[in-house]
């Protein structure tokens, strides 16, 4: 397949570093979980934290597939929309956690970052699912698209969610 085969160095640097913030996420989590609990962190940390991981996860995972030498980009797409819907649904999960916590009061920046371009990037992936039957370069776009704001939303996330634990909540 020459139109995934023209992505691999793309998708090799954007998984690894994925990965590697992955790791990096896990390393500052338990360095932060000596820190004193206060009622609520579990549900706090399952409205910000996780999705964090799972928006790297998904990087990750869509890096490997659009790495596997598939028959037709078809094939792919199937899988990527999968993804795409799945993530989509998994925003929506995401808001019903923000609202439900009571450790942190939300601002319109935490709505945008871990609801808004999440699903915009998920919904992406979908649409490009859909696109790629006629418009194969396009939607492979739009899949290198998705991966880039979804890694780009897990660092700034993570960098919130730290300098929140670091500078508020640790004092």
Sequence with gaps: MTALSEWQNFYVIVG?????????????????????????????????????????????LLSALLCIPWHTVSDGAIVWGLLGLIGSAYSVIVARRMRVQTVYTPEGEDWLFHVMLPFAAYALLAISAFAARSQVSDALFGVAGAALLLLFIGIHNAWDSIVYLVFVKKQ
């Design 16 to 60: 690894s570093s994925a990965g590697a913030l992955i790791g990096l996420q896990f390393v500052v989590i338990t360095l932060l979980a000596e820190m004193p609990k206060e009622p609520g962190m579990d549900q706090a940390g399952s409205a910000f934290a996780t999705p964090t991981i799972v928006h790297f996860g998904t990087v990750l």
